[in-house]
């Protein structure tokens, strides 16, 4: 059961919160933030020193072998499963855009998932908790809030990168 008021199903806890101080994931290197939150598997083959860095030419990883924050690799594995079908999930902005050149507006909407959700969800992965997100109520977390998670996680390694920090 997830910590809070209201008891949402974000999945099976896969491992609980990390005793490392401040945010895990947001705002960290990404080296950093691989090497605390991994999923389970991998962080003890990186511990072991067995992790190989290379791919064989004929053999990708599966994504749950790579080297990949839990955020990532859970998002991933949750909108391939609930959100190949969903439309709208990566769409960019609300409203109309006036087109230059042309006498036309195109209409561009978004379903973002819902700002608490995907807070708290944020908030959760970022004390270092994995969540299967596969697992979860699609009622209570859908593809949209995912993907909206997914998407602030991408936007804020964009502004650590250019700020030096990635």
Same mark, same amino acid.
Request: charged content about 25%; glycine content about 10%.
């Given at each position: 059961?997830?910590?809070?008021?209201?008891?949402?199903?974000?999945?099976?806890?896969?491992?609980?919160?990390?005793?490392?101080?401040?945010?895990?994931?947001?705002?960290?290197?990404?080296?950093?933030?691989? !090497?605390?939150?991994? @999923?389970?598997?991998?962080?003890?083959?990186?511990?072991? &020193?067995?992790? =190989?860095?290379?791919? /064989?030419? $004929?053999?990708?990883?599966?994504?749950?072998?790579?080297?990949?924050?839990?955020?990532?690799?859970?998002?991933?594995?949750?909108?391939?499963?609930?959100?190949?079908?969903?439309?709208?999930?990566?769409?960019?902005?609300?409203?109309?855009?006036?087109?230059?050149?042309?006498?036309?507006?195109?209409?561009?909407?978004?379903?973002?998932? !819902?700002?608490?959700? @995907?807070?708290?969800?944020?908030?959760?992965?970022?004390? &270092?908790?994995? =969540?299967?997100?596969? /697992?979860? $109520?699609?009622?209570?977390?859908?593809?949209?809030?995912?993907?909206?998670?997914?998407?602030?996680?991408?936007?804020?390694?964009?502004?650590?990168?250019?700020?030096?920090?990635?």
């Amino acid at each position: 059961m997830q910590s809070g008021a209201t008891s949402l199903n974000f999945g099976r806890i896969m491992r609980g919160p990390l005793s490392i101080g401040g945010g895990v994931v947001f705002g960290r290197r990404l080296a950093d933030c691989v !090497r605390d939150t991994a @999923v389970d598997e991998v962080k003890q083959r990186l511990l072991s &020193g067995e992790y =190989y860095q290379g791919w /064989e030419a $004929d053999r990708i990883p599966p994504l749950q072998d790579r080297l990949l924050p839990a955020l990532v690799l859970r998002c991933v594995q949750h909108l391939l499963a609930w959100g190949i079908q969903e439309e709208g999930l990566f769409r960019y902005a609300f409203g109309e855009i006036w087109v230059p050149g042309t006498r036309t507006y195109l209409h561009r909407s978004r379903l973002s998932g !819902r700002a608490s959700r @995907v807070n708290r969800l944020r908030a959760e992965f970022d004390q &270092g908790v994995d =969540y299967n997100l596969v /697992e979860c $109520d699609t009622c209570d977390v859908d593809p949209h809030v995912i993907s909206s998670l997914f998407k602030a996680y991408l936007r804020e390694r964009e502004l650590a990168r250019r700020h030096s920090i990635a």
